[in-house]
């Protein structure tokens, strides 16, 4: 297929920036490019080729350096809202940080608030069900239409189809669906839990700002966070090669430089055993690690 790249660097495409090249990759930046999805998933199938998906969701660690498969990127970026209505609708890869920003300055719609400076698109918020301070994607979630990768048909899925659940929904469980569009309604606020801690100031003066991807490890259960029993193993600020947990959250696993990401796993695994071995816990990784 003369439309795929080849040997292309793709470690601006995760936040650890660790090295990192795809054997095979294409852009989605046309809505006529999803054709060309199909043949390449038929032609991967074929080849017995992986495929790894990606959009403006940067919460990855690439376990890898070079990627033996097709790194498809989802470039189509557009949204609408109808200040009436407050229907929300938006392409995948629209980062939602953006929205909510744009919905607050542009049409005094602050419900997405939380959302600000929260990163990730929106196919990767309605894949994991992101969440922040009691927000979750779900929320307001309405539909999304995406492509089944199986029989080539384009389908709306509405929120009971989604099988939302912490972190998680049917797109993450199946993996046989490519998101397109997602609609909300924000005519509502509907929240797990109220909140009233100031997102942008909690972000910009409590959370470390380095090479990492935000939390690295789901919250356990409402007693014990995954931060807290990093610490209590005595782990913040410990570093192995490159990779530590930062000082000022131990939770977030921070990359100094932009070596190898093999120090990084090596950590991840120290931080499981420790914990699983005074606690009886096994953490496990909000992060996705890429192999």
């Known amino acids: 297929?003369?439309?795929?790249?080849?040997?292309?660097?793709?470690?601006?495409?995760?936040?650890?920036?660790?090295?990192?090249?795809?054997?095979?990759?294409?852009?989605l930046s046309d809505t006529e490019d999803i054709d060309k999805i199909l043949e390449i998933v038929?032609?991967?199938?074929?080849?017995?080729?992986?495929?790894?998906?990606?959009?403006?969701?940067?919460?990855?660690?690439?376990?890898f350096d070079t990627y033996d498969g097709i790194v498809i990127k989802n470039s189509l970026a557009w949204w609408t809202y109808n200040s009436d209505s407050k229907i929300l609708v938006s392409y995948g890869s629209e980062p939602i940080w953006n929205i909510a920003e744009l919905l607050e300055k542009n049409y005094w719609q602050a419900l997405w608030h939380r959302?600000?400076?929260?990163?990730?698109?929106?196919?990767?918020?309605?894949?994991?069900?992101?969440?922040?301070?009691?927000?979750?994607?779900?929320?307001?979630?309405?539909s999304c239409e995406v492509l089944d990768l199986e029989d080539g048909s384009i389908k709306t899925l509405y929120k009971e189809d989604m099988k939302f659940s912490?972190?998680?929904?049917?797109?993450?469980l199946e993996k046989k669906y490519f998101l397109i569009t997602a609609t909300f309604d924000l005519s509502k606020k509907i929240e797990?839990?109220?909140?009233?801690?100031?997102?942008?100031?909690?972000?910009?003066?409590?959370q470390p700002k380095w090479n990492s991807c935000g939390s690295f490890f789901k919250n356990p259960n409402k007693e014990w966070s995954a931060g807290y029993l990093i610490e209590q193993v005595w782990l913040k600020w410990h570093k192995i090669g490159w990779a530590y947990f930062s000082q000022r959250h131990a939770n977030f696993l921070m990359n100094d430089?932009?070596?190898?990401?093999?120090?990084?796993?090596?950590?991840?695994?120290?931080?499981?055993?420790?914990?699983?071995?005074?606690?009886?816990?096994k953490l496990e990784n909000e992060v996705q690690i890429i192999y």
């Open 1 to 27: 297929m003369d439309y795929l790249s080849y040997n292309v660097d793709i470690s601006w495409l995760s936040n650890y920036k660790t090295p990192a090249k795809a054997r095979y990759y294409f852009e």
């Open 257 to 281: 430089g932009t070596w190898s990401y093999r120090d990084l796993l090596d950590l991840v695994a120290h931080a499981q055993k420790l914990v699983l071995d005074k606690f009886d816990i």
């Open 166 to 172: 912490y972190r998680s929904s049917i797109l993450k």
């Open 42 to 63: 038929t032609w991967a199938k074929e080849n017995n080729t992986k495929i790894l998906w990606v959009s403006w969701g940067t919460n990855m660690l690439f376990a």
């Open 115 to 142: 959302f600000i400076w929260l990163p990730g698109s929106v196919a990767w918020a309605v894949y994991g069900n992101a969440w922040c301070f009691g927000l979750e994607t779900e929320n307001n979630f309405v």
């Open 192 to 206: 797990k839990y109220h909140s009233e801690v100031d997102n942008i100031d909690f972000r910009e003066n409590k």
